[in-house]
Nanobody, 123 residues
């Protein structure tokens, strides 16, 4: 079972990026998917999640109105669209899946994690 993130990079403030999280070795259909991020010297924090059905989503207050999470089960992939990026969004972004993580933003509910992709926003 593997999760692979992609789409990170260096972008100027105000710019956009779309992160992808692709699963291999299993299907995402039955899992809640979460995106988390960790900046240097800071704790890992919840960014967004989407339910197995795709009908339930949630985003952190710090990214509300700027980030959108979506999923394409046919492609076994989840996306994080990030708009109006700010320097404080700079972090390693990691996706995670949890079979019983519906409705929770706690990282402990997520069973499998990717390696992460670096997002750097310059001012």
């Amino acid at each position: 079972m593997q999760l692979v993130e992609s789409g990170g990079g260096l972008v100027q403030a105000g710019g956009s990026l779309r992160l992808s999280c692709a699963a291999s070795g299993f299907t995402l259909d039955d899992y809640t998917i979460g995106w988390f991020r960790q900046a240097p010297g800071k704790e890992r924090e919840f960014v967004a999640r989407i339910s197995a059905s795709g009908t339930g989503t949630a985003v952190a207050d710090s990214v509300k109105g700027r980030f959108t999470i979506s999923r394409d089960n046919a492609k076994n992939t989840v996306y994080l669209q990030m708009n109006s990026l700010k320097p404080e969004d700079t972090a390693v972004y990691v996706c995670a899946v949890g079979r019983f993580a519906y409705g929770t933003s706690s990282s402990s509910a997520y069973e499998y994690w990717g390696q992460g992709t670096q997002v750097t926003v310059s001012s």
